[in-house]
């Protein structure tokens, strides 16, 4: 089992920058691609970013290309996603999650554990 908190949400202005972590505990062994999703309400929950096991392959959802960074420290158990330039649209609740392969997905049903969200908002 692992299991996954996410911090570092809130509420930033438009134009502004966020750094979500990632923080993974439990089954502490680091072939686990991770990926961050989002929903915002009334939506479905939809693909923002996802990194490969040992950060060497990383791919984004064409709404993040550009603004946000996925990166990981495995040495600290921990994915991060580095939002910048943030628009209203990207408010939402962000969720990470990890799978035990190598390849990185943009598929959530693929995933097995996920974090229980923190929420960004930016005003506009």
Known sequence: QVQLVESGG???QAGG???LSCAASGRT???YAMGWFR???GKE???VAA???NGGSTTYADSAKGRFTISRDNAKNTGYLQMNSLKPEDTA???CAARYTVAVSTTARLYDYW???TQVTVSS
Do not use: D, K, T
Request: positive net charge; without cysteine.
């Open 51 to 53: 990194i490969s096991w």
């Open 93 to 95: 609740v962000y969720f």
């Open 17 to 19: 920058s966020l750094r």
């Open 115 to 117: 974090g229980q969200g």
């Open 45 to 47: 929950r939809e693909f």
């Open 29 to 31: 062994s680091s072939n």
């Open 39 to 41: 929903q915002a309400p």
């Open 10 to 12: 809130g509420l930033v």
